[in-house]
T-cell receptor
Framework: KAGVTQTPRYLIKTRGQQVTLSCSPI?????VSWYQQTPGQGLQFLFE???????NKGNFPGRFSGRQFSNSRSEMNVSTLELGDSALYLC?????????????FGSGTRLTVV | KQEVTQIPAALSVPEGENLVLNCSFT??????LQWFRQDPGKGLTSLLL?????REQTSGRLNASLDKSSGRSTLYIAASQPGDSATYLC????????????FGAGTILRVKS
């Protein structure tokens, strides 16, 4: 079956712009989580959506937001981009409770802010 | 606050060697622990998932153990190959946070041919 699909794979944006990243989970998976990976901070949790509702949020500023659609696809938006937002953004999906099934990750979107 | 530590930070071994990667976490209240592999610039590939009630899981040349009471997990790689070169990440699913993973910083493994 198809894995977790993230688009686009690469993005270059200018400071102050906004960006939207997309994640399509494995078919049947209803929970989608987002993570930011940087060399300095490692992997950090952004937020998790389940049935179109944000259930959990990490310690990131309000410029980072997301949403989930009825087909479980999710988008993440970053407004007023800063140089420090340059990172690999990873999306993960799990059927319902990750405690039982674990998580499957996508290949990520590499965002570069110049 | 749950913290995950991985030792060593980097490891370089000759091909064929057996090796152990270590992961420790501060709070034993977890749902499970998952080991991932990450190749440079790529996403995460799940290697093994150990539920909190389990002691170990095996897949091919990989074996992961979990000692929840002491907050430790090890990933054992038998007969290492150059293709095993990657960053290995340990992640826990804390009961406190619901559907969220807390990651260690990873171990960078290089297997020399």
């Amino acid at each position: 079956k198809a894995g977790v699909t993230q688009t686009p794979r690469y993005l270059i944006k200018t400071r102050g712009q906004q960006v939207t990243l997309s994640c399509s989970p494995i078919s049947g998976h209803r929970s989608v989580s987002w993570y930011q990976q940087t060399p300095g901070q490692g992997l950090q949790f952004l937020f998790e959506y389940f049935s179109e509702t944000q259930r959990n949020k990490g310690n990131f500023p309000g410029r980072f937001s997301g949403r989930q659609f009825s087909n479980s696809r999710s988008e993440m938006n970053v407004s007023t981009l800063e140089l420090g937002d340059s990172a690999l953004y990873l999306c993960a999906s799990t059927p319902e409770q990750g405690s039982v099934y674990g998580y499957t990750f996508g290949s990520g979107t590499r965002l570069t802010v110049v | 606050k749950q913290e995950v530590t991985q030792i060593p930070a980097a490891l370089s071994v000759p091909e064929g060697e057996n090796l152990v990667l270590n992961c420790s976490f501060t709070d034993s209240a977890i749902y499970n622990l998952q080991w991932f592999r990450q190749d440079p610039g790529k996403g995460l590939t799940s290697l093994l998932l150990i539920q909190s009630s389990q002691r170990e899981q095996t897949s091919g040349r990989l074996n992961a153990s979990l000692d929840k009471s002491s907050g430790r997990s090890t990933l054992y790689i038998a007969a290492s190959q150059p293709g095993d070169s990657a960053t290995y990440l340990c992640a826990i699913s804390p009961m406190e946070y619901g559907n969220k993973l807390v990651f260690g910083a990873g171990t960078i493994l290089r297997v020399k041919s």
